[in-house]
């Protein structure tokens, strides 16, 4: 691996799989190297990885972290307030003071790695400005490979 000294210049690393780096990003952690941080605040992307220096602000996740994590925590949430009614009828006061405080805490609980994989998965898959990064990182995958071919080819001359 090669290591970078300036923002701007992205350390090339192996191949990185779609779910490692959607994992990666739902750590809050960089999709491309794994160390650095994903997030500078709460739900804003950091500009670049202040490890590896990749460019993270090409994102645009918008409000489709938002939506999976409504419809997420809305599948958990409501099924377990319909349970509850029917097996116990609680007084509704009692259902708000339990099911809005749940619901508000899982769903701030999952935002941020929720976003975070949407991240990976836009940078894994080169979209938006994360298509050049993607172009750099296949470059480097195929550069051992054409340099051994390449020594094959040298070797066969002599």
Request: aromatic share 8%; hydrophobic share 50%; charged share 15%.
């Given at each position: ?66 939506y999976l994590v409504m419809v997420v925590v809305g599948h958990l949430v409501v099924p377990a307030i ?77």
């Amino acid at each position: 691996m090669d290591q970078q000294n300036g923002r701007g210049a992205v350390m090339a690393t192996g191949s990185v799989s779609l779910s490692k780096a959607m994992w990666r990003g739902f750590l809050g952690k960089c999709p491309n190297c794994g160390e650095g941080h994903l997030f500078g605040r709460f739900l804003k992307v950091a500009e670049a990885c202040d490890h590896c220096g990749e460019e993270l602000f090409h994102q645009r996740a918008d409000d489709f972290p938002a939506y999976l994590v409504m419809v997420v925590v809305g599948h958990l949430v409501v099924p377990a307030i319909l349970a509850v009614e029917t097996a116990y009828a609680p007084p509704v006061w009692l259902q708000l003071v339990v099911w809005l405080p749940v619901t508000l805490v899982a769903s701030l609980a999952l935002l941020q790695p929720t976003k975070g994989a949407i991240v990976g998965l836009q940078w894994q898959i080169g979209m938006h400005g994360f298509e050049a990064s993607k172009l750099r990182r296949e470059a480097g995958a195929l550069a051992p490979v054409l340099v051994k071919a390449d020594a094959r080819g040298l070797n066969r001359g002599r």
